[in-house]
């Protein structure tokens, strides 16, 4: 299983940035996809997280400011930022539970992180 992700690099205080994410490889069910984020120094935390029945779960930090979109079918995870933030400067990782086979158990995966500055 890999977890590809796309986008990021920099963007300016207010403007937007993209991020994608595709999940491929011998998958059977995905559970949740989301973003976790990294800054210098820091902990990884949780940015949003979106199951495949649709619900979703958004740091409070970004509520408002970013959106989680998510393509069952395609195994696909989009991440909008707007308002972009120079606090928001970190490597965000892609991340999926998700099982093999049917009979399966679930288990956290990620990517290998992309980097987003944002400059004030």
């Known amino acids: 299983v890999q977890l590809q992700a796309f986008g990021g690099g920099l963007g300016q205080a207010g403007g937007s940035l993209r991020l994608s994410c595709a999940a491929s490889?011998?998958?059977?069910?995905?559970?949740?996809m989301g973003w976790f984020r990294q800054a210098p120094g820091k902990q990884r935390e949780l940015v949003a997280t979106?199951?495949?029945?649709?619900?979703?779960n958004y740091a409070e930090p970004m509520k408002g400011r970013f959106t989680i979109a998510r393509d069952n079918a395609k195994n696909t995870v989009n991440l909008q930022m707007n308002s972009l933030k120079p606090e928001d400067t970190a490597v965000y990782y892609c991340?999926?539970?998700?099982?093999?086979?049917?009979?399966?158990?679930?288990?956290?995966?990620w990517g290998q992180g992309t980097e987003v500055t944002v400059s004030s």
């Open positions: 991340y999926a539970n998700l099982r093999q086979s049917l009979w399966g158990a679930f288990y956290d995966y």
């Open positions: 490889g011998s998958i059977d069910s995905i559970a949740v």
């Open positions: 979106v199951t495949r029945g649709g619900s979703y």
